[in-house]
């Protein structure tokens, strides 16, 4: 059976109709029949699926986006600031544990310290409501018109498309295709911006206050780039190849309620309940070889995150005891700065 994929070029609208289908019309993905139960091309790779998606952003969407993305910044930048203040208050205990400040000058400090966390919280809390809000709506507002240019590019098509593909594929390859492009747009893009500004500043912190020990500790980051990167990427085709089982398990079950009567007449009830089975054994196996990809890594994550720490301990010690350290509370900051790095 002939493989098709919907376009404008399929279209039997009169001119006028052909005339105002834009540019977008063009670009929707819908592809899901397959040839002789042989594999589907590979789609294209790299940001530009993702980035076409953008098209459906209007100028409002993208204001509220920008706000989002300085929201996203201020969040993730507030976090190594804390650490700062951290060492504050071990400096503080250690000046009262030498004698050379008295109680109630420590309490003071203390009593100030804590007022700093506590506006850092608030305008943390305030950034991150305000980046989800912007990025969660935009999200919705893009993949309700791509869901609606899906359907107009759906209905275009003549008789000779829908006989080539399963009735129940098209509706299920829209529904889980739309979730993720939602997560794409929302709440992803959200976490890797401020994750970005925390290490961003996080560098930028260290390394104006003691790059010596910021270079040492910073020699663990490239393994976990490196690991990290790799497996984001291989568990990203598998969770591809888990939607497409779920898809073409879904399109045939409701192939199947479609024509229940013919299906209980020919008793084809055992035969296609297997091939269900099997479409979902399919996905539990892709998703089984997920696991041993996380496992590996945070399990990298980790082992470099403490890594740092370790280093981080062993040279400012050695720093602080050759005077390029001021205080206790200094090796305590850069050791956190490490964590956050990560």
Known sequence: MEKRVIDDKDSLSPPAEADRVNEIDKDVIVNVSQKDGENEEKKNVGLSPY???WRYFTPFDYALRVCGFLAACGAGAALPLMTIIFGHLVDDFNSWGIGASSSREMLDSISQNALYFLYLFIAK????FINTFCFRITAIRATKALRQDFIRALIRQDIAYFDSCSPG???????NNADVVENGLSEKVGVTFQGLAMLTSAFIVAFTQQWKLTLVTATTLPLAVIIVGITIVVDTRLEANILKAYATA???VEEAMATVRIVTAFDASKKLRKKYDSYLETAKEYGVKKGPILGVQYSTEFFAMYCAYALAWFYGVRLLLGGDLKSGGDVLTYASRSFFAR
């Open 125 to 128: 809390f305030c950034l991150v």
């Open 169 to 175: 594929t098209v509706a299920t390859t829209i529904s």
């Open 51 to 53: 980035l076409r998606v």
């Open 250 to 252: 879904g399109g045939l």
